[in-house]
């Protein structure tokens, strides 16, 4: 086994680009002590709001935490949602540099008010139609930059169907980072679920693959969970299936090696943001040591640890490093 002290302090080596939708998340957080007067509804009474990084930022965030060198590669719209969200990147240390803002599109963001821990409303402003070809090639010619300029580990492709992370700009980062040696990682979502061809880590959970696949099953054991990875590398010869099993914990096959690593007992407080933790520290993993069973087994803890924090939290690394030391044997 790995030194892990040592492979820890080995991320600030690493740089990683993430490319895909970013989003602004609001928090609102109040009491309730009435219900209004014009509506069957509760009133809020405010106390306090917070601006957090979401979507595709949030895997930048947990990269940029465990102390790699994290690049965000998105369109965001340009307007003041993109101001703060870029300031947030700005305090973080996350580099935005190869972002392009567009006056046709807005900036995802999503308020939640919560009273009591309890999530009572989400509002989404954003819009979901593909990039235009000239965002297109903008954002592409800013990969492409990224690339020769930074000389990247890994690009890690985060899809949420908002809409950067077409076909067009899908298929060209692939193309584009074999040309150039770098590992790609993808996060996919049911949309373009298959158009993730020839990447070395392709990542979804167990729901996505039953949804793309139309599966019907409701247990996965090892048995079928290989059959699912044959079935996915016969459409998209990928190298390595690291699916995550929600409780269940998570399963990767990469050519022979393959394991089903269970997940450990935590308080379960809000799984929101676990997915984009999981994928920030197995591409990091992966990137600094190739060892397919260390990237798995450190980002299956690392979603767990994430569950017992209310809202989308960046992981502690220095909590990671010892609950790894702890369970990894």
């Not at 070809?133 to 010619?141: C, F, G, P």
């Not at 980062?173 to 790609?184: H, N």
């Not at 059959?227 to 390595?240: G, V």
């Not at 990091?284 to 798995?296: E, H, I």
Request: charged share 25%; glycine share 6%.
């Amino acid at each position: 086994m790995k030194d892990l002290q040592q492979l820890f302090a080995t991320f600030k080596e690493v740089k990683v680009g993430v490319i895909g939708d970013v989003m602004l998340d609001t928090y609102m957080w109040g009491h309730v002590e009435r219900i209004s007067p014009e509506a069957p509804v509760p009133i809020v009474s405010l106390d306090k709001k917070e601006y957090r990084i979401g979507g595709a930022g949030n895997v930048a965030l947990n990269l940029h935490s465990l102390g790699a060198q994290a690049y965000v590669l998105s369109v965001t719209g340009k307007d003041e949602d993109s101001v703060n969200l870029n300031a947030l990147f700005a305090q973080c240390g996350i580099n935005v540099q190869y972002c392009i803002q567009s006056t046709s599109r807005i900036t995802t963001n999503k308020t939640r008010i919560i009273s009591r821990n309890q999530q009572m409303m989400r509002l989404d402003n954003e819009i979901t139609f593909d990039l235009n070809r000239e965002e297109e090639a903008a954002l592409l010619d800013k990969v492409e930059q990224f690339i020769v300029a930074e000389k990247p580990d890994i690009i890690i492709l985060e899809d949420y169907n908002k809409g950067v992370l077409t076909e067009a700009v899908i298929r060209s980062v692939i193309s584009i980072c074999k040309k150039a040696g770098v590992l790609t990682a993808v996060d996919p979502k049911r949309k373009n679920f298959f158009t993730y061809k020839g990447v070395d880590l392709f990542k979804p959970n167990l729901k996505e693959v039953k949804e793309a696949l139309n599966m019907l099953f409701t247990d996965a054991d090892h048995a079928l969970l290989e059959s699912i990875h044959a079935e996915l590398h016969n459409l998209l010869h990928h190298r390595i299936s690291f699916i995550t099993l929600s409780e269940k914990g998570v399963f990767y096959k990469d050519g022979e090696e393959t394991k089903l690593i269970p997940s450990h007992v935590r308080n379960i407080a809000d799984v929101s943001g676990a997915g984009d933790t999981v994928i920030a520290v197995a591409a990091l993993v992966y990137a600094a040591t190739k060892d397919v069973y260390l990237m798995a087994a450190i980002a299956n803890i690392a979603g767990g640890l994430v569950c017992e924090e209310v809202g989308t939290a960046a992981i502690d690394p220095k909590r990671l490093l010892e609950e790894s030391e702890l369970l990894i044997q």
